[in-house]
């Protein structure tokens, strides 16, 4: 295996500068922290659009390692880890239909 095999998806856009976020969020209703399990969730834009993608586990060990890499936004049920000013890139190169869609959601 080759040594860009080996990196994970996360370790490659890092490397590339390339902007994105992380989503966390609680896969169902949160009644108590012990219940219900995370969602890890890549957020980034292709082509002027928002898009996911699920985060593999060994992506999820090495975000938890570098998150010094991060700005962490808290929000209502989740945490956003945002690399390289995304929110920033987002407002500048998405369509404005995206920017709607995450303004009313």
Known sequence: MSEAEEKTRIERLIEDG?????????????????EGGHVYKY??????????????????????????????????????????NFRGYFRSNATRNEIKKIKMG
């Open 18 to 34: 390339t902007p994105f976020a992380v989503a966390r969020y609680f896969s169902t209703f949160k009644v108590s922290r012990s």
């Open 43 to 84: 957020l980034f834009l292709r082509k002027g659009l928002l898009k996911e993608i699920g985060v593999e586990p060994e992506s999820l060990e090495y975000l938890k390692k570098n998150l010094k890499l991060f700005k962490v936004v808290i929000l209502d049920g989740g945490k956003v880890y945002d690399f390289n």
